[in-house]
């Protein structure tokens, strides 16, 4: 199974931000990835880092992924299949849309101690905002 971890930061509330994706294939092989996204709060920028990993994981055909995250935002909205908040509403129905195409999915949380290389790439793509 492979190992997807992901990380939204921002500089602000609203402000810079940037998704981070750390792929690890468990066979020597990762995939960095530190995508730049405007202008956006922080927990919409947590929610753009899981679709950006789980688009990615589509067009590679991945079928059994296992995601990490430090954002209890994301964890309970996926687990639940719910949002309190309306405001991500669309972004949950976009993940689970993609969500459902895998044969196994599994997200758990995990403290941001063990996210660094997300968090890094999610603070690389910041700079990468023009």
Same mark, same amino acid.
């Given at each position: 199974?492979?190992? =997807?971890? /992901?990380?939204?930061?921002?500089?602000?509330?609203?402000?810079?931000?940037?998704?981070? =994706? #750390?792929?690890?294939?468990?066979?020597?092989? &990762?995939?960095?990835?530190?995508?730049?996204?405007?202008?956006?709060?922080?927990?919409?920028?947590?929610? $753009?880092?899981? /679709?950006?990993? @789980?688009? *990615?994981? &589509?067009?590679?055909?991945?079928?059994? &992924?296992?995601?990490?995250?430090?954002?209890?935002?994301?964890?309970?909205? *996926?687990?639940?299949?719910? &949002?309190?908040?309306?405001? #991500? %509403?669309?972004?949950? $129905?976009?993940?689970?849309?993609? *969500?459902? %195409? #895998?044969? @196994?999915? #599994? @997200?758990?949380?995990?403290?941001?101690?063990?996210?660094?290389?997300?968090?890094? @790439?999610?603070? %690389?793509? *910041?700079?990468?905002?023009?």
């Amino acid at each position: 199974m492979i190992d =997807v971890y /992901i990380d939204g930061a921002s500089a602000g509330d609203p402000g810079p931000s940037g998704a981070g =994706v #750390f792929i690890n294939y468990k066979n020597g092989q &990762v995939e960095n990835h530190a995508i730049p996204l405007g202008t956006m709060s922080n927990h919409e920028a947590e929610y $753009e880092a899981l /679709i950006i990993a @789980l688009d *990615i994981c &589509v067009e590679r055909d991945l079928k059994m &992924v296992s995601f990490r995250t430090d954002s209890k935002l994301i964890d309970d909205a *996926i687990e639940k299949r719910y &949002v309190k908040n309306k405001r #991500f %509403q669309l972004y949950l $129905e976009k993940a689970l849309t993609r *969500i459902d %195409q #895998f044969d @196994l999915f #599994f @997200l758990k949380w995990i403290p941001s101690n063990q996210n660094k290389n997300a968090d890094s @790439l999610a603070r %690389q793509a *910041i700079r990468k905002n023009k």
